[in-house]
């Protein structure tokens, strides 16, 4: 992604709001129904989602819930715009049109309580059911992904580039995943906390100690948040395990690679686009440019495994070579050890003598040279 690919994605996002807000602002001085043609417009006041959905539902746990998934799904777009491992502007855009309408939405429940729906359609005696601006957008940030889903679909799901197994390293990884539910529970339960004893002293200070009060209020919103916080740490967990096997992946592959190199099994290398340590790449091409003028090329036919990150049987294999290439090396430093202590407990005398000896080997040589 370019920069000013960027610029679009987010400029939709905050354009989409901005519309919304102002024909809401337009659509608050209505009076009464007017009519142009099919389209009429007339001021609604909406307590549910979309299209007029869970209307029916208590009002604390109505707008609540609503709004903490609005919120949820913006914390997903962020996300998704970040682990989507190609350009795909028309998808990027229509999940900006998809939020912006959410957005819109989730202001008007927080600070007012509903949404402000205006739009409908008459055909005779069938009507639509009310919308704003905000829902209209949805619909067609819908159709851009959708069309971007079925059109795009080698892009997102290449066969040649599909990993055989997601856990390449399966004790960092889950680590790494078990860090950030971790911290996803801990931030739940100290915002659970903070909003639970908020609302209880107000209802306490509004209403005084009504236990059934207490409890049609209280219990809907602790079922609520109980819920978005589970999807939240599995949203989490998910993440962690995506964004972990982009820095396992390259980190496995490149030792992988050093190790061919050594064995003067020259290849290329390249890490996915969407994986980190993209400068892998540079140092793969320095170091095999450096090694291949001081290690013989091997005969052995390598295949090119440059995006293979999952060939498991590997690691066992890489292990046992390095364990014999420093096995080798102690056992070339102990004999080298061993000829220096020898010979520092030679005597001057025995140094001597064996001296001569070479020097005798040396001489019928050298006289074979003068009389030739």
Not at 152 to 181: G, V
């Amino acid at each position: 992604m370019k920069k000013k690919d960027w610029y679009w994605v987010f400029i939709s996002l905050a354009l989409t709001w901005g519309i919304d807000r102002i024909t809401k602002a337009q659509a608050l001085t209505l009076q009464g129904v007017k009519s142009f043609g099919f389209l009429e417009l007339s001021l609604h006041y909406n307590p549910g989602a979309i299209l007029g959905l869970f209307s029916q539902l208590p009002a604390v746990l109505r707008v609540v819930t609503l709004s903490t998934g609005g919120a949820f799904l913006i914390f997903s777009y962020l996300i998704l715009q970040y682990i989507i491992p190609i350009r795909a502007l028309t998808l990027r855009i229509g999940m900006s049109l998809l939020l912006g309408g959410i957005i819109g939405n989730v202001a008007d429940r927080i600070v007012w309580g509903h949404v402000v729906d205006f739009i409908s359609f008459r055909f005779g005696s069938w009507s639509s059911p009310i919308f704003n601006i905000a829902d209209a957008i949805q619909w067609v940030g819908h159709g851009l992904i959708m069309f971007s889903l079925l059109t795009h679909a080698d892009l997102f799901w290449p066969e040649s580039n599909t990993r055989k197994s997601q856990w390449i390293n399966f004790k960092f990884q889950l680590k790494y995943c078990l860090i950030l539910m971790t911290v996803g529970l801990g931030m739940g339960v100290v915002a659970w906390t903070l909003s639970y004893t908020y609302l209880r002293v107000t209802l306490l200070t509004v209403t005084g100690n009504n236990p059934t009060l207490l409890k049609q209020y209280l219990l809907p919103f602790s079922l609520s948040f109980l819920a978005v916080s589970g999807i939240f740490i599995w949203t989490l967990f998910l993440i962690g395990k995506i964004i972990s096997l982009r820095v396992a992946g390259p980190v496995f592959a490149f030792e992988r690679y050093i190790d061919d190199l050594l064995k003067g099994k020259f290849r290329d290398f390249r890490v996915r686009h969407s994986d980190e340590f993209q400068h892998f790449n540079d140092i793969a091409d320095k170091l095999k440019e450096h090694l291949s003028k001081t290690i013989p090329p091997s005969d052995e036919v390598t295949p090119n495994p440059t995006l293979d990150y999952d060939d498991d049987a590997y690691t066992d294999s890489y292990n046992e070579v390095q364990l014999s290439n420093t096995s080798q090396k102690l056992t070339g430093e102990i004999i080298i050890e061993s000829d220096k202590s020898v010979s520092q407990n030679l005597s001057e005398e025995e140094k001597l003598k064996i001296g001569k000896e070479d020097n005798l080997k040396s001489t019928p040589s050298q006289n074979k040279k003068t009389s030739a």
